[in-house]
């Protein structure tokens, strides 16, 4: 009867040993990004703290780290979540090729139709698996958020058609297929780390960027760029990057709610983004900009179109049209 009794306390001992798990896990997270905390990517990522604090009942803290505060650039900061030493990162898609090439595909000029083609495919399969290739990396990708579409600045002249951009130098991302659009187009792209650009603007080492428009104003460029063409040329999607290391180490039902909740991070986000655009693009003129809304974009189109056979051997034509296509 006593070994009975030994064995019952032992069993109810291991029960409540192992409970759940989640309620057991307790850590405080580094969230970081290359933007102010008054762009899209941290007005996301701070209602995702909110979440998970208030859906953890305080378990997880999630604290901001916004304006490269953890990096010098996103593929500082993307290395710093490969390696462990940053938890969570809001990125462009700029330097992501040399983690997960596939994700590449995402970048190519005129790919998406309007937001809600975007939505349909970064929601959907197509973006799930991009997301996943990233494991091949130690990353783990929870979901999509975004930057926007991309529009075209400069400091010399109003740009309405491709011709009239041609022999500007301006600033890109690190990324391959942006680099070549750029160069078809006639102009002269230079990759550079997103916290020299300001600086590179103001002191006419380059004569324009191209970036969505929360990034223009959040930047003020409105001093150092006065035309802004609204070229559409890109949509830039923004990968929301777990350190595996992080992940790996949360039970499997905070791992579930951190992917749930970063999907309803995102839509959030991705609204917020595109609300506010209008009245930013009214601000922006307000400033001495000249803002081109009529832009022929079928030049711009039509200029970068080789760049599609020049990476047929990287991405399948197959890929590329299920993308475009999609319904």
Do not use: C
């Amino acid at each position: 009867m006593k070994k009975v009794l030994v064995f019952g306390l032992a069993v109810l001992m291991a029960i409540m040993l192992a409970g759940p798990a989640a309620a057991q896990y307790k850590a405080t997270m580094k969230l970081a990004s290359t933007q102010s905390m008054d762009h899209p990517y941290m007005v996301g990522a701070q209602k995702f703290a909110d979440l998970i604090k208030e859906r953890t009942n305080g378990r997880i803290e999630i604290k901001l780290y916004p304006s490269n505060q953890l990096g010098k650039g996103e593929r500082e900061m993307t290395e710093g979540i490969q390696q462990g030493a940053i938890d969570l990162l809001v990125t462009s898609t700029g330097p992501l090729g040399g983690f997960s090439p596939s994700i590449n595909i995402l970048d190519f000029p005129f790919l998406f139709r309007d937001n809600a083609h975007v939505d349909l495919v970064m929601d959907g399969p197509i973006g799930r698996k991009l997301l996943d290739d990233f494991e091949k990396a130690n990353i783990k990708a929870l979901s999509f958020w975004e930057n926007g579409f991309r529009h075209l600045t400069n400091a010399k002249v109003s740009v309405k058609k491709v011709d009239d951009a041609k022999g500007l130098k301006i600033r890109t991302m690190e990324n391959k297929v942006h680099l070549a659009a750029w160069k078809e187009a006639g102009l002269n792209p230079t990759p550079m780390a997103w916290g020299e650009v300001y600086t590179a603007l103001q002191q006419k080492v380059i004569d324009g960027q191209e970036n969505p428009i929360a990034v223009y104003y959040a930047s003020k460029f409105w001093d150092v760029q006065k035309n802004f063409s609204l070229t559409a040329h890109v949509y830039s999607p923004s990968p929301f990057l777990m350190s595996k290391k992080t992940f790996d180490a949360m039970p499997k039902e905070d791992q579930e709610l951190f992917v749930k909740t970063s999907y309803e991070a995102g839509t959030f986000q991705r609204k917020t983004n595109r609300d506010a655009e209008e009245a930013k693009i009214q601000e922006i003129a307000s400033k001495g900009v000249t803002v081109v809304r009529d832009v022929d974009r079928e030049s711009f189109k039509k200029a970068m179109a080789p760049i599609y056979d020049q990476f047929s051997s990287q991405f399948s034509k197959a890929d590329i049209e299920a993308i475009m296509n999609a319904k």
